[in-house]
């Protein structure tokens, strides 16, 4: 059986919010991009987080700076921790 090596509709990851606040948002495609609603309101407003805007500066990441480009994260690590589906009834 392999390993699944990536993020697909319907996986489930958690993110931290303010204060140690953590939250369990499915994956979901919204106009041809990977990411989650942060909640029913976001949904509402059309509010996508695209996967691409959950990374940060990690413990090996460096920050360099390109003139007429600005700052950049060099080597950025995912905010999100990949977690099991729920169980049916348990969301």
Same mark, same amino acid.
């Given at each position: 059986?392999?390993?699944?090596?990536?993020?697909?509709?319907?996986?489930?990851?958690?993110?931290?919010?303010?204060?140690?606040?953590?939250?369990?948002?499915?994956?979901?495609?919204?106009?041809?991009?990977?990411?989650?609603?942060?909640?029913?309101?976001?949904?509402?407003?059309?509010?996508?987080?695209? #996967?691409?805007? #959950?990374?940060?500066?990690?413990?090996?990441?460096?920050?360099?700076?390109?003139?007429?480009?600005?700052?950049?994260?060099?080597?950025?690590?995912?905010?999100?921790?990949?977690?099991?589906?729920?169980?049916?009834?348990?969301?």
């Amino acid at each position: 059986m392999s390993e699944q090596t990536g993020l697909y509709v319907g996986d489930w990851v958690r993110l931290t919010g303010w204060y140690g606040q953590t939250y369990d948002l499915e994956i979901e495609m919204f106009r041809d991009c990977l990411g989650v609603f942060q909640s029913d309101q976001h949904r509402t407003a059309g509010q996508f987080t695209p #996967l691409c805007e #959950l990374y940060e500066a990690g413990a090996g990441s460096e920050r360099g700076y390109i003139p007429n480009f600005g700052e950049y994260i060099k080597d950025p690590v995912a905010s999100w921790m990949q977690i099991p589906k729920p169980k049916y009834g348990d969301k």
